[in-house]
């Protein structure tokens, strides 16, 4: 599959997750298989005044897969400008996102307010890609209510402004991440335009990456909730669509806690280790979800506070996996 001129291999994506997807993850999951990434959300109204945290959130320097940076904002111009800028950093692609459903960025009229006004997404759209020459994608939401299901009104706009690509949320905003996502909204706007079509919303494993696939006739999927603590679902979806459904053993104790470890390595060496042993506490939680004694293995990731105190954490779960068997 191609998004613009950009080749594609692979089946899954990871999805932008603001406070997640930051260098670090993009890069261990781009490890474990992920098609491409895409970064945490940039404000394109923060880059005109050279704000250091969204530049910082914008380095891609250590990136191996393809990477995609994404934008938000609701004015034309401001996001041309920033595509410029960002195009000096030779992302693989310009992700723009009009799916965000949390007030501080819709009550800007940016992220999922933009669904409200079809003409002016396109007017974004067209801006950014002129002013980038990037392949740029789309990420918008079935609609801003239950009564207001424009996905497809939106995405042919999109289209027609120039985008590479559409991956749809199938939930409203008012749903946030709550409830059941409406697979038939990807399915209708896969039918109705040209330009791939990538499905988000209850994928967390491969055979619902294959049963989406399937039920929508979108061109990938993308993950995002699903790898949280759990990059393998990559290697899981790729191996389970590659091998005809044959479904890869899950990883061991120890390989989650020996990723966990390097993925925390990661994040001390790109942020400093004060930062991001703050961060770290909530994926640690993430990767020991389910670990014999668990409960007890989250509460302690929230106290971490240097990699040493990771480090006799890991080595505590991965001695009382080895006394069980685990």
Not at 95 to 101: A, K, R, S, V, Y
Not at 239 to 266: F, I, N, W
Request: hydrophobic letters at 40%; glycine letters at 12%.
């Amino acid at each position: 599959m191609k998004i613009g001129s950009l080749e594609i291999k692979g089946q899954a994506a990871l999805a932008p997750m603001a406070g997640v997807t930051d260098g670090a993850f993009r890069q261990i999951c781009g490890g474990f298989g992920a098609a491409y990434t895409v970064s945490e959300m940039l404000s394109a109204k923060a880059m005109e005044f050279d704000d250091k945290k969204t530049a910082s959130l914008a380095d891609i320097t250590h990136d191996q897969e393809p990477v995609f940076l994404q934008l938000f904002g609701a004015e034309p111009l401001c996001m041309a400008r920033a595509a410029e800028k960002l195009c000096r950093l030779s992302p693989a692609g310009i992700d723009i996102n009009m799916g965000c459903p949390m007030p501080k960025i819709t009550g800007s009229g940016a992220g999922s307010a933009l669904l409200k006004e079809p003409k002016l997404c396109g007017q974004i759209v067209r801006a950014v890609k002129e002013a980038s020459g990037l392949p740029v994608t789309v990420k918008l939401r079935s609609g801003w209510e239950k009564g207001q299901i424009n996905a497809l009104e939106v995405a042919k706009r999109c289209e027609e402004a120039g985008a590479d690509g559409v991956c749809v949320h199938a939930r409203t905003r008012d749903q946030l991440y709550q409830g059941q996502a409406d697979w038939g909204v990807i399915k209708a706007v896969k039918a109705g335009v040209r330009i791939p079509v990538i499905g988000n919303g209850d994928v967390t494993d491969a055979p619902s990456a294959e049963a989406m696939l399937a039920e929508t006739g979108c061109d990938m999927v993308m993950v995002g909730r699903g790898a949280l603590g759990n990059p393998w679902v990559f290697r899981e979806i790729n191996g389970y669509l590659r091998d005809e459904c044959q479904v890869l053993p899950l990883p061991t104790v120890t390989e989650r806690l020996l990723v966990l470890r390097k993925h925390m390595g990661l994040m001390c060496e790109y942020k400093g280790e004060g930062r991001a042993m703050r961060e770290a506490r909530k994926h640690a939680g993430w990767y020991m979800k389910g670990m014999r004694g668990a409960a007890e293995l989250r509460r302690r990731a929230g106290l971490l506070c240097t990699i040493e105190d990771l480090d006799r954490l890991i080595e505590e779960a991965m001695r009382a996996a080895i006394e069980q068997g685990d």
